[in-house]
């Protein structure tokens, strides 16, 4: 078990972290956010597998062939990026880290306060993790999507085969351009599990904490303002509300199985599926970017390049979890686009929200066709 939870940290915690440092680090000379990198580096490895895994399963290749591409050129990025960030620990990034350790220690007690908030936030997040691991749940669409991850991981075959029954069929293009099931099974293969164990038992272990990191950005964001930071009396500082925009959050997604169709419900209940990747990790990576975005168009007059081409990774992505992606995301960033055109009078990022669009275009107009 502990090899296998050890091939599961490589493979979801240290492959998309390395992926996402490099992207962000080559070239460039200052710190990384570490949490944005790791988030990053999810929307680089699935739009990685996506581009690998749909030309191999429209040539009714087998998955063998995607297993090993995927794992060569994810692998190659992701140890250059663990490389560089070597590098910058060697240069002094590990003296200012003990140096901030050392004057945080000190402050401990003035801290008290944010201190008990995360801590009440951490013990939410491990009770979600732990019941998603211990209890079973009933869901019909494991009948269809996880023979789709076993007979990948197993057999060979990518949608070329009927999920319920096994029998032969021919090539299902309708599921077969949104491969998240074979990427399921690149897991379960890694792991040497089966396909099913990786789906329900140790992919929430990591996908319930990669949705937090991303709300934990998002929050930093929101809780920077003069509101959060100022030091007159009546208004509460980042450090404390930043905790308890977090515990907020966590509350929303225990007490949100309020029916089938909420991000909550499918966060914890269906973690394995791309429908809830989709909904918890893209769209919210969406929202953290397109703000980031927003702000080089206060600053810059229009996005930087490097942001245009992270948007395109998170489309990309979000073709792998669904097939209806292209479209809900496409007007999402159009629409979002359009609102910060409206707010600074930019008409450049419109273009670049369009380009940042073109895989999700792509993606609709090759589903329409097939």
């Given at each position: ?31 990384v ?76 007690k ?14 939410g ?17 494991d ?91 009546g ?92 479209f ?30 073109v ?12």
């Amino acid at each position: 078990m502990i090899v296998k939870l050890l091939m599961l940290g490589i493979w979801m915690v240290l492959v998309p972290w390395g992926m996402g440092y490099f992207a962000l680090r080559v070239g460039r000379k200052n710190t990384v956010e570490a949490g944005y990198a790791f988030c990053l580096g999810y929307m680089l490895m699935w739009a990685l597998f996506q581009l690998i895994a749909v030309p191999v399963i429209i040539k009714e290749g087998e998955f063998p062939l995607v297993e090993f591409v995927f794992e060569a050129v994810s692998l190659t990025l992701a140890l250059a990026g663990l490389f560089l960030f070597a590098m910058q620990l060697k240069e002094g990034l590990w003296k200012e880290w003990c140096s901030f350790g050392k004057e945080a220690f000190g402050k401990i007690k003035e801290k008290a306060v944010p201190l008990f908030f995360w801590a009440v936030f951490g013990a939410g997040l491990l009770f979600q993790m732990a019941q998603a691991y211990l209890l079973a749940y009933a869901d019909g669409d494991d009948a269809f999507y996880i023979p789709i991850s076993l007979t990948a991981s197993q057999g060979g075959s990518l949608y070329t085969s009927i999920p319920y029954t096994g029998e032969g069929s021919t090539l299902n293009l309708r599921y077969g351009l949104a491969p998240f099931p074979v990427w399921v099974g690149f897991i379960a293969s890694k792991c040497r599990v089966n396909a099913a164990v990786a789906a329900h038992s140790l992919m929430p272990l990591v996908l319930i904490p990669v949705t937090y990191v991303l709300y934990l950005e998002i929050g930093r964001r929101l809780c920077s303002g003069d509101f959060c930071t100022g030091e007159k009396k009546g208004r509460m500082r980042k450090e404390t509300l930043l905790p308890l925009f977090m515990i907020f959050v966590a509350l929303l997604q225990i007490f949100g199985n309020y029916s089938i169709y909420p991000a909550s419900t499918f966060l914890l209940t269906r973690t394995r599926q791309g429908k809830a990747a989709l909904g918890n990790v893209v769209l919210p990576f969406f929202i953290l970017l397109l703000y980031k975005m927003a702000e080089e168009v206060k600053v810059r007059g229009k996005a930087r390049a490097q942001s245009v081409l992270w948007l395109m990774a998170a489309m990309t992505a979000g073709c792998l979890c669904s097939t209806m992606s292209g479209f809900l995301c496409s007007m999402f960033v159009m629409l979002t686009a359009f609102l910060i055109f409206l707010l600074y009078r930019k008409p450049f990022i419109l273009l670049q929200g369009f380009l940042g669009c073109v895989p999700g275009i792509a993606y609709a107009l090759l589903y329409l066709k097939l």
